[in-house]
């Protein structure tokens, strides 16, 4: 079993509707939670970064942690066909926090 | 400013044939880290370095692969004896900061490798 999973999708969605992503994890240790968009032949891009547990809102983007559940989330509100993408989350705070732990990513098409 | 660059971009090799793949690092940074990506998943960490410094290489798959940043700046990846399961993305990723706790990393666009 992967330490990072992630529900590989596809997913499409209408544009202006909510795109809802989420990732489980395994090791307790993890403290820092990320999501990383990556378009097609491209590198990973940070969209957003958690430090432990709670809520981050920036823009159309909400980020949510539940270290209890083990459990985070991305929300993506009034989504557009430029959102479409590779949603990946990634998560680090072992004993070396540098050391990224990706999900296998969810692939998003917002349909105009 | 120009953001981390690799080159090639795309690479076929004869299995068996040795390859190395290049980043460039944004100017000034401090970290560099490679990863691979197969088709369909995650990044997964190769290796890190601290300037020249290879601080911890526990993701490199096998002896066949290795990696220098000699002068702490521009590093190469290098891949002998090449196997059809090395077929993948190589990224690199790149910050300002010593690694020693998570900083934002900043990946380049990747080297897409395939061996046949």
């Known amino acids: 079993q992967k330490e990072v999973e992630q529900d590989p999708g596809p997913l499409s969605v209408p544009e202006g509707a909510i795109v809802s992503l989420n990732c489980t994890y395994s090791?307790?240790?993890?403290?820092?939670f990320m999501w990383y968009r990556q378009y097609s032949r491209k590198g990973p891009e940070l969209l957003m970064y958690?430090?432990?547990?709670g809520n981050k809102e920036d823009g159309r983007f909400t980020a949510q942690v539940d270290k209890s559940s083990k459990y985070i989330s991305l929300f993506i509100r009034d989504s557009q066909p430029s959102d479409s993408a590779t949603y990946l989350c990634?998560?680090?705070?072992?004993?070396?926090?540098?050391?990224?732990?990706f999900g296998a990513g969810t692939t998003v098409t917002v349909r105009a | 400013g120009a953001g981390v660059s690799q080159s090639p971009r795309y690479k076929v090799a004869k299995r068996g044939q040795d390859v190395a793949l290049r980043c460039d690092p944004i100017?000034?940074?401090?970290?560099l880290f490679w990863y691979q990506q197969a088709l369909g998943q995650g990044p997964e960490f190769l290796t890190y370095?601290?300037?020249?410094?290879?601080?911890?290489k526990s993701g490199l798959p096998s002896d066949r692969f290795f990696a220098e940043r000699p002068e702490g700046s521009v590093s190469t990846l290098k891949i002998q004896r090449t196997q059809q399961e090395d077929s993948a993305v190589y990224l690199c990723?790149?910050?300002?900061?010593?690694?020693?706790?998570?900083?934002?990393?900043?990946f380049g666009p990747g080297t897409r490798l395939t061996v046949l």
């Open positions: 990723a790149s910050s300002p900061y010593t690694g020693l706790t998570y900083n934002e990393q900043f």
């Open positions: 090791n307790s240790a993890f403290q820092y």
């Open positions: 958690t430090y432990s547990s």
């Open positions: 990634a998560m680090s705070g072992r004993s070396n926090d540098y050391k990224l732990s």
């Open positions: 100017s000034g940074h401090v970290s």
């Open positions: 370095f601290q300037n020249e410094a290879q601080l911890d």
